[in-house]
């Protein structure tokens, strides 16, 4: 076509002014890029060992009726969740995954100019919808591969920060806190001050792990998923645990028919199922202490986990670590690692089944190797 | 417990101004309220004929690898649809349904105080985003039961607007512009404002309802689903159209790994059966001249359709349409209506099966009678 250069749309300054950066490049693109599937999947914090079998069952028998929208408010698995949470129903919100769920709390919280504070070398979607809304982020330095939570408390009552996020147990060092240092820690919040509790993992943590915290405390947004122990990340179910009027707000601007159908039954089907979860827990915990003996055999140590993953010590700094992790994935191992130094030093291992340990046990030692040579 | 009252969060300004209300309240949650289920389901513009089988089967497939994130560039799917379509895979962005993809296309170019055009009475979830950031709604009445696409863009030139709203075929009326006088418009919308052009019900609509427009034009946002021709609404797929620098911008934005692995398996699958659509076409054409037969037996008249419902008139004002509309879903029919005058004359009647029919032929003339007697 001739003709004049039609005008581009005009987007917010604050849309203009953001990187084109994605939090994440998943490994199906990492596989495109080395134009050949990946052996061992091992990279993206995922459930290997899957969802119960009767939750695929019910995803299935959905698909017959995927015809029809979800139930926007969602009762029937709210109803479940809050059971097992020992909550009310209306402490609950449903949305697309943690990820999700993280973009509308910090939507109805930050606006240009709001300050945040994280860890340095945290969960990257959580600043990606901060930078997103134009808030202003307060980074705090890991204290011994832990979240450093007084830190964190410290530097939100400076900067006078509306949000603090954590995450417990810890992504990516796989580090928890006790549940009660957090519950103590409320009352140091600074007033106007909500601590985002990201609970992902808390199925694979130590009892106590989970702090007891009022279902009215309005100081506190919970977060957790269906992705890590229930095993179903490709189905994005997140839920928000919070007092009730924090909870209706996400009401405001949540995407009420944002929920596939096939993944609320799938989800309500899983959380009828703890057998299965107290299986998977079980196999995560022995994956993981395979992966330890095989960082051992390899003169390697490992950060304790809380996760269903583990931060594999390289035993040098985050050069070598990428070179490791650049030698595994040659090799057909998908692994991922921290951002940020010290923390880079390792790679960051998700538990998995007896082929996938067998194929690390045979891939480490040569990736090691070669990145000893450079 | 007891101890001093803990301190609210700090919502922004946006978000405490912003009314608790939802753009719709969904058929489950009416069968709650009135205690039973409906006989049938033709309010929510869903397609009761579902989508094609080989869908079906690859999601049943896809819930065994639930476990796996969805690739997050969703390049299988762009690049069926580009094909479909005669575009590039980078012109063509997947997102959560319609619903996710006008948030995130409107978080893209509406900040407080931007204008927007719609009609009034048009699709509400678009107005239900513009006000959660802050936009100014501006709205043109319907011209004859159409959207006047003419009236829209004078209003957009008078206020500045930076988004004109237009679906065609339009909802809630079902009626349509010529595709032409579409392309020829847009060299009469003003200078940075973008067409978000809805075609969520294009598969059903006549040959040249689709506007003939250049893939690389950045005047125009076109918005598809799976959720209509291709009976999946529960899924969550929607893709937009655009020009690739426009279509890059969402992924500034937009929930990275937002889409259920299951949903773009049986997308894939559902636009490698065009047999399928046709069916459906033909099925949804047949059921409207049934709905147009039951309401012309019952004295009424009925708005030309070129989606998958039927805008019957009822032949008096909105209190009157209501009183019918609140007598079927009485007697278990679940439709919806318009909300503005003098559109809510009518209600509004999806395509259905036989069974759904035979139970509207019962249903009509008693509602009218009851509506009639006040």
């Known amino acids: 076509m001739t003709g004049p250069r039609h005008t581009a749309p005009k987007f917010t300054g604050l849309v203009t002014a953001l990187p084109a950066t994605v939090p994440f490049v998943g490994p199906e693109e990492l596989q495109r890029k080395r134009g050949a599937p990946f052996r061992a999947r091992l990279g993206a914090n995922e459930n290997v060992f899957g969802p119960s ?10 698909a017959a009726e995927i015809w029809k929208y979800a139930d926007a408010s969602h009762d029937d698995l709210k109803e479940a969740l809050a059971a097992d949470a020992g ?37 990257p979607t959580f600043n990606y919808h901060v930078a997103g809304y134009g808030g202003a982020l307060h980074k705090v330095p890991y204290s011994d591969d832990h979240e450093d939570l007084p830190a964190l408390i410290a530097r939100a009552g400076e900067v006078s920060a509306r949000i603090v996020y954590l995450a417990n147990p810890d992504n990516p060092m796989g580090t928890c806190l006790p549940g009660a240092e957090i519950a103590a820690a409320l009352d140091t919040l600074p007033e106007g001050c909500t601590l985002f509790l990201d609970e992902a993992y808390i199925e694979f943590a130590p009892e106590g792990t989970a ?39 996400f009401d405001k601007i949540r995407n009420h028919f ?7 039954a799938g989800a309500l089907a899983a959380i ?9 827990q079980g196999w995560v915990r ?25 931060a594999v010590d390289c035993g040098a700094d985050g050069v070598f670590a990428r070179r490791v992790l650049a030698a595994l994935a040659e090799d ?20 998995g089944r007896a082929e996938d340990m067998a194929i690390l046990r045979d891939a480490l030692p040569k990736a090691l190797e070669k990145a000893r040579q450079g």
Do not use: H
């Open 53 to 62: 079998p009767r939750a695929v069952e019910a995803m299935r028998q959905e």
């Open 87 to 123: 909550v009310a129903p209306d402490n609950i919100v449903i949305g697309e995954g943690i990820d999700g769920l993280l973009g509308y709390a910090v939507r109805l919280m930050v606006e240009p100019g709001v300050a945040v504070v994280t860890s340095d070398g945290a969960y």
């Open 211 to 249: 702090p007891d915290i009022a279902p009215d405390d309005p100081r506190v947004i919970r977060f957790r998923t269906f992705s890590k122990g229930y095993g179903m990340a490709g189905a994005r179910v997140g839920y928000a645990l919070g007092q009730p009027e924090v909870i209706r707000s």
């Open 258 to 264: 944002g929920m596939n159908r096939m993944a609320v």
């Open 272 to 280: 009828r199922d703890p057998d299965w979860l107290r299986s998977v």
């Open 286 to 310: 022995d994956s993981k202490q395979e992966i330890t003996a095989i960082a051992q055999e390899n003169g390697l140590s490992v950060v304790p986990s809380a996760t269903n993953f583990v």
């Open 332 to 351: 057909g191992v998908f692994v991922r690692m921290p951002f940020v130094a010290p923390q880079d030093r390792c790679i960051r291992i998700s538990a």
